[in-house]
């Protein structure tokens, strides 16, 4: 049986949860790109309740919180498919490729669980749509994603085509809303949990 923490304790782990998640995006900013793996296990820890586990928002009853989002909006008369926290990226050794944004001026505030559960981020070329919290889920093998990518494949000015896929800068990029949305909160004084387990 797991220890029952205190609000100061669950407090502290919030806060580590966060420092190794910017330790993680540091490290595959720097080319590791093995870690999106370890952070969205360390997301999902985050946000994700299960029938065996509450979230640490959950348990320090931090629901009521707003995230930024960076999320373009979906065109749904749009006929490709919606990547809508990325923006393509070229460099001249590798050619066309998404990239995060990473960007300060497309933050805007949604609730929790619209940016959670409700938006979608990412519509395939077969119409499937993903939210933040199914694409980190599936990552953290606590979900199966099936995405077809054919929509993202593009061509190069000879003629030849490549598939890009954009998983792991999709990942990237909710981490970045993520520690933007938790840099200035107190969360001993937002937390709505005032009782000790």
């Known amino acids: 049986m797991k220890p029952i923490l205190n609000k100061p304790e669950l407090v502290l782990l919030l806060q580590q ?3 190794v998640i910017e330790i993680l995006c540091n490290g595959y900013d720097g080319g590791d790109e093995s870690v999106i793996h370890a952070i969205a296990e360390k997301i999902v820890a985050i946000f994700h309740n299960t029938n065996h586990s ?21 065109n749904p008369k749009s006929l490709t498919n919606f990547i809508g926290l990325l923006k393509l990226a070229h460099k001249a050794a590798e050619g066309w490729s998404y990239a995060a944004k990473l960007d300060h001026s497309d933050l805007k505030k949604v609730s929790l669980e619209n940016w959670w559960n409700n938006k979608k981020v990412i519509i395939d070329s077969d119409g499937n749509a993903f939210t933040r919290a199914k694409i980190i889920k599936s990552l953290a093998n606590s979900d199966t994603l099936i995405l077809d990518t054919s929509g993202w494949i593009i061509k190069d000015a ?24 938790f840099k200035d909160i107190d969360l001993n004084k937002e937390s709505k949990l005032r009782h000790k387990y």
Do not use: W
Not at 158 to 181: D, H, M, W, Y
């Open 17 to 19: 949860q966060i420092t």
């Open 54 to 74: 509450k979230a640490l928002l959950s348990l320090l009853k931090l629901g009521h919180l707003d995230m930024y989002c960076s999320s373009e909006i979906y």
């Open 158 to 181: 000879e003629g030849n085509k490549s598939s890009i896929n954009p998983i792991a800068e999709t990942v990237r990029q909710i981490a970045f809303e993520l520690l933007e949305s």
